[in-house]
């Protein structure tokens, strides 16, 4: 059975600072691993999306990195700003559906001025 | 271009009534996807379907719990008989294709008094 597990639960960190958020999960055998960020009360937006054959993905400030090998994904935020406060999740796809996502718990990020 | 569309935002029964939660997938989407988030909780996967199949319901408990695609109109979550532990928020997702991103809706938060 597949778990997800993401460290740390939460983070607080000075505007400007680049941080690293991390991911494990425990089964290799996935199609690709998404991330996503929560706002309170609201639904979630992909961030970024690596194929299992990809080793990272960029978008913006934002790099995420892929070792299926030793089950291993970090996001990379660089210049944080106060509206990347949220909750970010990490899901991978695997077993019967690609869109059976198994989910972390979550990193809670929180960008102070 | 709407995105993943539910309804309602926040619905609220009785216990013992039953609950029915509407999704529209992104245009031109086929594939749609329920996940459940308890309170404290991570989200979990309850069922996949495309248009008139259920493709995977692995996540779906077992008793008072179904899901439809119809041909026409939204994909339905139906819960029969609600008791206060289906209090949680509910989570559409659609994608284009089989390793496509997920996108998600803003969900719909379901309190059972």
């Known amino acids: 059975k597949q778990e997800v597990t993401q460290i740390p639960a939460a983070l607080s960190v000075p505007e400007g600072e680049n941080l690293v958020l991390n991911c494990s999960f425990t089964d290799s055998a996935i199609y690709n691993l998404q991330w996503f960020r929560q706002d309170p009360g609201k639904g979630l937006t992909s961030l970024l999306l690596i194929q299992s054959s990809q080793r990272e993905q960029t978008s913006g400030r934002l790099n995420a990195s892929l070792d299926k090998s030793s089950g291993r994904s970090t996001l990379y935020i660089a210049a944080s700003q106060p509206g990347d406060s949220a909750t970010y999740l990490c899901?991978?796809?695997?077993?019967?559906?690609?869109?059976?996502?198994?989910f972390g718990q979550g990193t809670i990020l929180t960008v102070h001025p | 271009n709407a995105g993943v569309m539910q309804n309602p935002r926040h619905l609220v029964r009785r216990r013992g009534q039953e609950a029915r939660l509407r999704c529209s997938p992104m245009k031109g989407h086929s594939h749609v996807y329920w996940y459940r988030q308890l309170p404290e909780e991570g989200l979990k996967f309850m069922v996949y379907l495309q248009k008139e199949n259920i493709i995977d319901e692995s996540g779906m408990p077992k008793e008072r719990f179904s899901a439809e695609f119809p041909k026409e109109g939204p994909s339905i979550l139906r819960i029969q008989q609600v008791v206060r532990g289906d209090s949680a928020a509910y989570f559409c997702?659609?994608?284009?294709?089989?390793?496509?991103?997920?996108?998600f809706g803003n969900g719909t938060r379901l309190t059972v008094t």
């Open positions: 997702a659609s994608s284009g294709g089989l390793n496509s991103p997920l996108h």
């Open positions: 899901a991978v796809s695997g077993g019967t559906s690609y869109g059976k996502l198994t």
